[in-house]
């Protein structure tokens, strides 16, 4: 296992690399003046599922500071599970979160102003194709696995793998809802069935194409 000082550094890194990565990725704001569009269409019935899928993620996201001010706690049995060559899964977990980060200002960035918490469709909305959107269609919920994971990893965690799970299975849920949403809507399901022929859900599609939608 990593030594108590270098989990706690690497996870004070986790934090700065998450902070840039959303800071670079966060998409101008709209000019002063400029009333936004309205939803059009909101996947209804989903607010418990909200609820769910942020309390699962920030309790993978604030791990890392029990393992800051609670080593003692944190990185000792129960709450994690040694065994030979955890420390190689440990590198493997923190490499999944540069690799998550990265992904999380990118599909952020690519977004703008459609990311939302909601799901929902909105007056004025269209399919993004641009980023990691031209090759899959989920590449938010993806980063969020990949970051999700690698906390469990890097710290060894036996709780984690609980929010872990619930984050895979929301992402898959609220993916298929997404995806739902769309091809219920008829302005956007004959563009959005194109592109879920060419793209992957949570993994980059060879066939990706990348184009704007009309």
């Given at each position: 296992?990593?030594?108590?000082?270098?989990?706690?550094?690497?996870?004070?890194?986790?934090?700065?690399?998450?902070a840039v990565?959303v800071?670079?990725?966060?998409?101008?704001?709209?000019?002063?003046?400029?009333?936004?569009?309205?939803p059009?269409?909101?996947?209804?019935?989903?607010?418990?599922?909200?609820?769910?899928?942020?309390?699962?993620?920030?309790?993978?996201f604030?791990?890392?500071?029990?393992?800051?001010?609670?080593?003692a706690?944190?990185?000792?049995?129960p709450?994690?599970?040694?065994?030979?060559?955890?420390?190689?899964?440990?590198?493997?977990?923190?490499?999944?979160?540069?690799?998550?980060?990265?992904?999380?200002?990118?599909?952020?960035?690519?977004?703008?102003?459609f990311?939302?918490?909601?799901?929902?469709?909105?007056?004025?909305?269209?399919i993004?194709r641009?980023?990691?959107?031209?090759?899959?269609?989920?590449?938010?919920y993806?980063?969020?696995?990949l970051?999700?994971?690698?906390?469990t990893?890097?710290?060894?965690?036996?709780?984690?793998?609980v929010p872990?799970?619930?984050?895979?299975?929301?992402?898959?849920?609220?993916?298929?809802?997404?995806?739902?949403?769309?091809?219920?809507?008829?302005?956007?399901?004959?563009?959005?069935?194109?592109?879920v022929?060419?793209?992957?859900?949570?993994?980059?599609?060879?066939?990706?194409?990348?184009?704007?939608?009309?």
């Amino acid at each position: 296992m990593l030594s108590v000082l270098v989990a706690q550094v690497l996870g004070i890194l986790t934090y700065l690399w998450l902070a840039v990565s959303v800071a670079i990725g966060r998409p101008p704001l709209p000019r002063r003046g400029t009333p936004p569009a309205g939803p059009a269409r909101a996947e209804g019935g989903s607010a418990v599922v909200e609820v769910v899928w942020l309390g699962s993620l920030a309790l993978v996201f604030l791990y890392p500071l029990g393992v800051l001010f609670f080593p003692a706690t944190f990185l000792r049995p129960p709450f994690v599970v040694l065994f030979p060559g955890d420390a190689a899964v440990q590198v493997v977990g923190f490499a999944l979160i540069v690799l998550g980060g990265g992904l999380v200002g990118w599909a952020f960035r690519s977004l703008g102003r459609f990311a939302t918490v909601q799901i929902r469709i909105s007056s004025d909305h269209r399919i993004v194709r641009e980023g990691p959107y031209a090759r899959m269609r989920h590449p938010m919920y993806t980063a969020n696995m990949l970051l999700a994971l690698g906390i469990t990893l890097a710290y060894l965690s036996v709780w984690l793998w609980v929010p872990f799970a619930l984050v895979l299975l929301l992402a898959l849920w609220r993916a298929r809802e997404e995806e739902r949403l769309f091809l219920s809507t008829p302005e956007l399901a004959p563009a959005y069935a194109e592109y879920v022929a060419t793209t992957g859900r949570f993994l980059p599609s060879p066939v990706g194409c990348g184009r704007s939608a009309p």
